[in-house]
Structures are given as C-alpha cells and as structure tokens.
C-alpha cells in the first residue's frame, strides 16, 4: 500500500500561491492520487484527482511528476477562507480498493 | 445539489448500549464508505461497499462494529456493545475511485 507523506503544516498569506507536496513512494502502476479539503467540523471535500502529469480546474492544480513518486497541489491566490486541512489520498484500484488518508497539512492563511 | 446525509448528527450514549449510525448516499453512486476521525489516528477507514456488496471491513472492530447496505438509499453502521474508545466522528463517503463525497458525520461520545 502506497503511504503518503506530507509536511504537517503551512503558512501562507493572502493572494500568495501555495503548494503542498505529498510524497508517495510506494505508488502502484494502478494508483490515482487525490487531494482533499477539510474544515473544522466537516467531513473532508473532494478537490482534485489526477494520475499523471497535470491536471486543472476550477479550484486548484494537480502536478504529478513522471515516476509518479510525489504530487503537488497547487492553490492559486488563496484567501483567508482556505484555512484548513489538506489531504494526500492515494486510491488503490488493484483488487479490492484501499485508501489511506495521511496525516493532512494544515494550511493557515494569514492576513 | 445532491449530498451524503447522516443521522443523527451527535450521539452521546453510555458504554455497552447498541448505536446505530445511519446513511443515504448520493444517487448513482457506487462505493459508499464508512471512516472514523479522531485526533489521535487521523481518518481511519472501516469498511466500504461497492454495489452494495462488502468489500472491506478489515479496518473495523469485527467483535463490536458492523456494516451493512439493505439497500442502495441505506447504509448503517452499528456498534454493539459501545466502548468509550469508540467515542468520534464517524463519516460516510459516496462516490468512485478516489473521488469520494463525504457526509457531515455523526459525533459519537460513549461515556
């Protein structure tokens, strides 16, 4: 099983780029990794998805090397209400699913 | 805007009662997951069905913890007997590969 690692937590200020890394070295050739937001006192949303190379919408980017070994999500001008946490999820679709959450980073947006 | 509801929202019981936590996925979903968050482990991953069939449950408590989905617009967790441990907030998530939608959760308290 593919374990995530990422860095416990960030400061950034508003309007400036942020980009957390999630570092998977274990990732299987069937793996997709996804990125997660969560609020105090909800459960965590769905942000972006990717299995390669980069990928784009509305909310932020996925940037995923080659070796597939480390992904990066990019949130671009971020605001006081992207304080939270952010999730690394690497999702197995050989045989049964396994998915495991890391650790979050706890990104605080500052003034 | 379709989302995951779950019931009841907060739960306070006394140890060794029977609690069941109840779930209506999003329509058209295919997985529907159960996970428990607490700030010692994190979001932990009980057990998901695909379909309605159980496809893992290796992360519950088999002695006290069960799953089930009687059908697509249900899924229950049910603890029996409570244990003060078990005191955190359960989620439930719809969705497909690694693209999960999560419900508000149900905050349990065993005391």
């Known amino acids: 099983l593919a374990k995530t690692t990422q860095p416990i937590s960030m400061d950034s200020y508003e309007g400036q780029e942020v980009n957390i890394t999630c570092s998977h070295n274990?990732?299987?050739?069937?793996?997709?990794i996804t990125w997660y937001q969560q609020f105090p006192s909800q459960g965590p949303r769905f942000i972006i998805q990717?299995?390669?190379t980069k990928v784009t919408n509305e909310v932020a980017s996925l940037f995923i090397p080659a070796d597939r070994k480390s992904s990066t999500l990019s949130l671009p001008r971020v605001s006081l209400s992207d304080t939270a946490v952010y999730y690394c999820?690497?999702?197995?679709?050989?045989?049964?699913?396994?998915?495991?959450f890391g650790t979050g980073t706890r990104l605080k947006v500052l003034a | 805007d379709a989302r995951v509801t779950q019931t009841p929202r907060h739960k306070v019981t006394e140890m060794g009662q029977e609690v069941t936590m109840r779930c209506q996925p999003i329509?058209?979903?295919?997985?529907v997951f159960w996970y428990r968050q607490t700030m010692m482990q994190g979001l932990e991953l009980l057990a998901y069905?695909?379909?309605?069939?159980?496809?893992?449950d290796s992360g519950m408590p088999k002695d006290r913890f069960s799953a089930e989905m009687p059908d697509a617009t249900l899924a229950t967790l049910k603890i029996q007997p409570s244990e003060p441990r078990d005191s955190a907030v359960y989620f439930c998530?719809?969705?497909?590969?690694?693209?999960?939608?999560f419900g508000p959760g149900t905050r349990l308290t065993v005391t």
């Open positions: 998530a719809s969705g497909f590969i690694g693209e999960q939608y």
């Open positions: 274990n990732i299987a050739t069937n793996d997709y």
């Open positions: 990717g299995y390669k």
């Open positions: 999820l690497v999702a197995t679709t050989s045989g049964t699913y396994k998915y495991i």
């Open positions: 329509l058209g979903h295919n997985t």
């Open positions: 069905f695909r379909n309605r069939a159980p496809l893992d």
